[in-house]
């Protein structure tokens, strides 16, 4: 046949005996492999294949040991390490920062002299002291910081003189810092494609990372952070404002102003502030029974009765802060003022101010001149009083000048649980306010009598039996007192003297419009 031809061929070409093994080899694999045997032996046989199957064997195998050891070093990390993230919305998060970059500040050599100025930067400087070669050892090999910040800070001295301070903090960035001979990443990452628009800042978040068996770290950390925190605010009282749907600090905390720098008519501040404690202390007896626990007081009387300052002091007695919202301000809406009344912070009084001034002389549509009035409606204000929606655990007070321009509604128990007047300035207001300002000087009972009989001529204060000598002329406030006080600083000669112009202010005041009478006062 024409298959064995060639086989035929081979055998007779090559008869020789040394030959014969290599001969019949090549005829067995020639005469009995498969087609598919025989592309296998022909790419098998190829180094170019078998060269880029290595190669393809080699890149698997890499792939595989890579995915490998990133998974094992990811268990490794999630066995190892322990990550706490901040992002700018939490509370904390002013916090922490001002605890690092007090904590910081001590190991930068530029911020030494401000450092030892802070009281906070003195006790981590104590704590910091501990002497010994280890803890040298630590120091010399904890890393100094590269991605660095400046902060500005103004110090307005008593006689007027401002002078400023730089400092370097960390920045965005990762810092590495020793906290107890523990070392912590910090990675502060500030986004440039996101903002908060509550804030009108770029969103933050801050990532802590250190050994998980050093976790326990966190814990006192944030402690020492709150603790550093209270320790800047400790004796002063925060002031809230609205800004769009979230409530932000306004300006510095202002110091406390004392509960007995405000003069109010006898017994009546002690009324409020024993109603306000027991409230405050009352909290599962409100809600044993079912009864919201809130409490709103209303203060009305003339301008500068001392209604906002009153409470000012009252929240300093309390150790409370004050969230301050007026009625009257543009784009004031009632969703607007139910969330904000909802989102109150912690420990704070709520001071609705003017809140006749929301419903009066109001324009609701837009004038040519673009001017565009509130938005609260008066439905509004009762529902973020007590509606569905109010909030629980809250203390408000509302003021006002004209009481009579409020609906009875809005005074009702439930929304108003307390209506008090504080009037002009009475005698009894009057001999307090004077031991304050004078009582230290000499001669001050005899320099108080003819004082308070110089007013009873002027009808502007009442006898000691309750009685005018002369017919009532104009009240006086204790506002317009303090005022001729403070121009007559230790001159009770000259306080009584310009005592008639108590009188004249208050006449001048009463013949003005009365939008212009607010402005004067």
Excluded at 119 to 132: D, F, I
Excluded at 311 to 336: C, F
Excluded at 453 to 476: H, S
Aim: glycine content about 8%; aromatic content about 8%.
């Amino acid at each position: 046949m024409e298959s064995n031809g060639p086989k035929k061929l081979i055998s007779q070409s090559l008869s020789s005996d040394t030959d014969a093994p290599q001969v019949k080899q090549l005829l067995a694999a020639g005469g009995g492999a498969s087609p598919d045997g025989g592309l296998f032996a022909q790419l098998s046989g190829n180094p170019f294949f078998t060269a880029g199957f290595g190669l393809a064997g080699l890149g698997a195998v890499l792939a595989i040991t890579q995915r490998g050891v990133r998974q094992s070093a990811s268990l490794l990390k999630r066995r190892l390490l322990v990550d706490v993230e901040i992002n700018v919305k939490d509370e904390s998060y002013p916090w922490f920062l001002y605890w690092m970059t007090v904590h910081q500040r001590s190991q930068l050599p530029s911020s030494t002299s401000s450092a030892v100025r802070s009281h906070a930067s003195q006790a981590l400087q104590k704590r910091q002291a501990s002497s010994g070669i280890m803890e040298n050892l630590m120091r010399r090999f904890t890393p100094g910081m590269h991605h660095l910040a400046i902060e500005t800070e103004k110090i307005e001295h008593p006689n007027g003189a401002v002078h400023t301070h730089f400092s370097l903090i960390p920045g965005p960035g990762k810092h590495l810092l020793r906290y107890r001979n523990a070392f912590v990443m910090v990675n502060r990452v500030r986004e440039t494609k996101s903002m908060d628009f509550q804030m009108g800042k770029p969103w933050e978040t801050i990532t802590l990372t250190t050994l998980y068996s050093q976790r326990h770290i966190f814990e006192d950390m944030f402690k020492e952070a709150h603790a550093l925190a209270q320790q800047s605010t400790e004796g002063k009282t925060i002031v809230f404002t609205s800004r769009s749907t979230a409530w932000e600090k306004f300006g510095e905390p202002r110091r406390k102003r004392p509960l007995e720098s405000v003069i109010l008519d006898k017994g009546v501040k002690e009324k409020i502030v024993d109603d306000v404690k027991e409230f405050l202390g009352s909290s599962k007896w409100y809600y044993d029974r079912g009864i919201p626990y809130r409490r709103g007081y209303l203060l009305y009387g003339m301008p500068g009765s001392g209604k906002s300052s009153f409470i000012q002091a009252l929240a300093g007695e309390l150790d409370y802060n004050i969230a301050i919202l007026n009625l009257s301000e543009r784009g004031l809406t009632d969703d607007r003022l139910n969330h904000l009344l909802t989102v109150i912070p912690r420990r704070t009084l709520v001071l609705l101010e003017d809140a006749d001034a929301a419903f009066s002389n109001r324009r609701v549509q837009t004038d040519i001149d673009g001017y565009r009035g509130a938005n609260v409606t008066f439905s509004g204000l009762l529902n973020a009083l007590d509606g569905v929606a109010s909030a629980e655990e809250r203390v408000l007070f509302l003021t006002t000048n004209h009481i009579e321009r409020l609906d009875e509604a809005l005074v009702r128990p439930g929304r108003v649980d307390m209506t008090v007047r504080l009037a002009e300035a009475t005698r009894w207001q009057v001999s307090h306010l004077w031991d304050r300002f004078y009582g230290d000087l000499e001669g001050s009972e005899l320099w108080k009598g003819r004082f308070l009989a110089r007013l009873e001529e002027l009808g502007v204060v009442a006898c000691e039996d309750g009685e005018y000598r002369t017919r009532p002329k104009a009240p006086a406030s204790t506002a317009a007192l303090q005022g001729l006080f403070l121009y007559n600083k230790g001159n009770m000669e000259g306080a009584i003297g310009m005592a008639e112009g108590l009188v004249s202010h208050v006449q001048k005041v009463e013949e003005e419009s009365p939008v212009k009478a607010a402005h004067a006062v």
